[in-house]
């Protein structure tokens, strides 16, 4: 036993010899990492090269790197949104050698990295009109769609959420964007996989299948220059996300979570109970008087609710043997303000980025997704309930209609009526699944024997399916007709990419130049499955509706070719010119327009970089931008609309043998030359920065032209199809002027404000609509609610699309409108409809968006307001309820008004009159938050918490719900809540 011990003991002094050896040949390297405003920096990656020594700083900015042989060696310190700087250092034995670093924040760095498409160039050598907005700025509080979050940041662009529902879409718009009936909305490319835009059923808004907090940074490209290099798919902007990526060091696990409550803030104002009573006992004969009853009850009230939201989040993120690695988990719970609207979402994200071949092959693979469920309220609900008489209770025990109060006719529902609000919520049951998955591997190779070429390998996905079931009680008000309601729903998006190109660049020394260039080839398919399921009575027996086919496939496929060189002179003088050629499906294979070319050049001087102002200590950046060329559209035209299509014709079109009657085919009208849109840009724009960066921003000023418009015109009656036909017909115009201003007005190391502000002036007009000149012709766009058939929208010459097409209103001597009584536009005696003129439109001529953020020590205020003027809305709530002919509803109910009734007093409805039509010019602020970082807590975690208010007011004329609706047409809109939120961070 003694042996035993004394060989023990023996090895355990032979190893503490060979330890203390081993440490007396090695250091250690502790220090910190400041931003220039010697703030801390926590998560910084610090990594000794070529070693696996690796660690994070903590909150405090501090690192330690243990276990470092004795010699000189090179640090780097990287932070995404930060240069990264590298110190050489010198360790000696036994010993720690101390160092500081101070990272510069890339937003002041002209050498800040920005992602363009198929690549990055360093802002200094921009030759187009690009933004970026990094996760720092972004707007904080409950943010359920990627969208959200750069609201109000960027010049040029205007997003426009759909209302409060949870997960809700938005309208997203880059410079206003360039087509009327094909799309008009931007492409969005995330992590290079560009996202099938295709509406996925089970979920309310397809952007809400990507979780926010996954997203690092986005770049918003918006002339041609930029987005050329993207073709057929570019015309109204491209949006580039780029999502968060592993780093080198040890683990790092973050948890995040936010928990809000949304409340209605703001309803539509209506008639109380009492006024209501006073008016129909004045105004009412005896049968009407008869119809109310002795409740007082707020519909709206009714319906809404408080909602609660939690949204958590937790990531690992690091790097093993050399791979960097992130993996993401996030689940979200969103009830919405009306009654039974949920959306519950799981999400999930990997990353890694292993590098080979002496780091000459990097590998990028990213996987994401999701899966939702959710409960749809029915948003009926929402203009029932402004309508709904206030003076009938929400239960009625004697109701055969599931204990809910109805408006009857005989033995049935009065299908004159509205129903009742609440019962429309409960005695509904619509329920959505979707689940989204999209991911690439991206391989990009340095060749070994030419170091300045690179192939890159671009393989990715965007796949998607939606489904979900309707369910109806046959005691139910709102489908008592066809006894209950059973129906199921579900499609499959596919979305395949596979890109390569070539990319090289050399530096020139002996000619002081630079080339950067591309050359590439992309193959897209997109499919879309659609199933048509029957639909059923509540005891599942009886077909409603039988569908044709089982099913329906689109399906559509653009191979592309595209080429970019950029080359540099001194540093100081820089051309670009950019082509694509796209082949699409959805063009005759036979005709040569299935083939478009679309090109683009650019010319950027950095005057700044001249011998007589780059000395100056206060100008640091000077740069003009000039950039034209072309950029093509081909969605929202249908994948086979230049071939021949049978449809079915509708119930008035049925063909008799014997007894039965028998459903006809008819030709659809088809164009078989059908070509791209295409749209034409220039861009003059200035780069301006002062005091080494702390002042910076831009100008642009831009002319967009589109051509062979895809519009809708008539044919003769008569031809044997149907009387409308898609064709490329017309023209638009586009222009505008967008300024940023960026800066830091205090920077100290306790105290430090920066502000931002954006402007942006926008003005757009048709200039052809037909195929021989007709300034006179117009089509129209919109139509109303409440007046079937009429449309209040249309688009004509010389004025911008979707203006408001109505009468004159004549106003009395109390300034009260006079019920039918408009203004002789044409002279001719009488009111007809050539007396109807053109007034406003809905889309804004200025955009302005303002950030400010305050920071002393480790409090930080920051806010954001945005401003729309001179966009106007038509009041369709009031236009369509605000009538006597409502209230004493000859249909047999008593039915609410809005308060715009006691200021006209209408007898009936005067939809075309531009009473309605308002101005809804707004400002807005949408953000205010409070955080407070404290730091390292108890040496093992950092800390971080925030308070937050989201649509904190509005300022308006307008006198409706909400001045933001993007059709212009305010009707039934979801209120958009207001949201206090409570954040915690903990970092491990």
Known sequence: MRRFYLKNYVLLLALMLVSGFAFAQSGSISGTVLDTKRESLPGVSVTVDGTTVGTATDMNGAFKLNSVSAGTHTITAKYIGYTTLTKTVTVTAGQTTNVEFLLTAESQSLNEVVVIGYGTQQKKELTGSIATVS??????????????????????????????????????????????NASKSPLIVVDNVPLNADLISGVANPLTLINPNDIETFTVLKDANATAIYGSRASNGVILITTKKGASGKPQINFSTNNSLSTANRKVNVLSTNQLRDYVNTNGNATQKGLLGDASTNWQNEIFRNAYTTDNNLSVSGSAKNTPYRVNIGYLNQDGILMRDNMNRVSGAIGISPKFFDKHLK?????????????????????????FDPTQTVRDTSSKYGDYFEWQSGANPNPNTPRNPVALINLKDDKGRAARSFGNLQLDYTFHFLPEMRANLNVGYDVSRGQGTTVVPDFAAQNYSTQGLRSRYMNDVSNKVLEFYLAYKKDFKSINSNLDAIAGYGYYDNKRTTNNYSSYRFDGTTAISNPVFPFDIQQ?????YYGRAIYTYAGKYILSGTIRTDGSSRFSPEDRHRWGVFPSGAFTWRISEEPMLKSSNTLSDLKLRVSYGVTGQQDGIGNYTYQPIYGLSANESQYQFGNQFYYMYAPTAYDKDLRWESTATTNIGID????????????????KKTKDLLAVVNIPVGSNFSNQLLTNVGNMENKGVEFSINGAAIKSKSFNWDLGFNFTYLENKVTNLTLVPDDDYFVPATTITGATGNYIQYHTINRAPNSFYVYKQVYGDNGKPLEGVYEDLDGDGSITASDRYFYKNPAPKFLMGFTTSVN??????????????????YDNISSNLATRSNILNSGGSINNAPVDFLNTGFTV?????DYYVKNASFLKMDNLSLSYNAGRVANSFNLSVSANVQNVFVVSKYKGLDPEVFTGIDYNLYPRPRIYTLGLNVGF
């Open 556 to 560: 559509s496929r653009l191979l592309s």
């Open 688 to 703: 301006y920065g002062f005091l080494n960066g702390r002042i910076s921003g831009a100008v642009d000023v831009f002319y």
């Open 135 to 180: 996760s720092k700025d972004f707007q904080k509080g409950t943010i359920t769609s990627p969208e959200q979050l750069i609201n109000g940041k960027v010049a040029g662009v205007q997003i426009v959420s759909g209302g409060g529902q949870p997960g809700a879409g938005s309208e997203i718009r880059i410079r206003a964007g360039a087509s009327l």
């Open 363 to 387: 590998v990028d693979l990213n996987i994401k997704g999701t899966y939702s469920k959710s409960t749809f309220a029915n948003q009926g609900a929402i203009g029932s309930a402004i309508m």
């Open 909 to 913: 409805n005067q939809y075309n009159s």
């Open 856 to 873: 002393y020590q480790k409090w930080t205020v920051a806010t954001v307001l945005r401003a729309s003027i001179g966009n106007y809305m």
